[in-house]
């Protein structure tokens, strides 16, 4: 029996969040983290992990598959020459969502999602420049 097994609908119709989530997915892969809600990036996780499991293996079905997901050229580009070959060892598990507190306007719990190694290349960085 396969109880509860769903998603979480973000009070939002299905174009509608599709939208968001892709949204949200292409700030995450452009930038590295982002903040957002905790159910918001919940969906995300799941969602991103599976563009990512998909851009380790880099060929044209792959990238047509990831551009019906990420319109943008540039981004969908990073993901796979930047992003993805890091994660090609690891089974899953590419992101981390931190909990930063509550938001002042409404108490919504907030978070920061972030790639896991992308920490490790931060302070890599920060080594080297000082």
């Known amino acids: 029996m396969n109880n509860k097994t769903g998603f979480n ?6 174009s509608h969040r599709r ?5 949200l997915a292409t700030s995450l892969i452009m930038h590295g983290k ?6 918001k990036a919940k969906e995300l996780r799941s969602f991103v992990e ?3 499991t998909r851009a380790r293996v880099d060929s044209v079905h792959n990238r047509r598959m990831v551009a019906r997901v990420i319109t943008e050229k540039d981004v969908a580009k990073k993901l796979f020459t930047e992003v993805a070959p ?4 690891r089974p899953g598990g590419y992101t981390r969502i931190v909990k930063i507190g509550q938001r002042r306007g409404d108490a919504s719990e ?4 972030e790639f ?15």
């Open 50 to 52: 599976k563009l990512v």
């Open 116 to 130: 896991v190694d992308a920490v490790a290349d931060n302070k890599k960085e920060a080594n080297i420049a000082g």
């Open 110 to 113: 907030m978070v920061v999602i």
């Open 34 to 39: 982002i903040q957002t809600t905790q159910a």
């Open 9 to 14: 609908r973000l009070g939002r119709n299905a």
């Open 19 to 23: 939208a968001l989530l892709k949204n």
């Open 86 to 89: 890091r994660y090609v060892g």
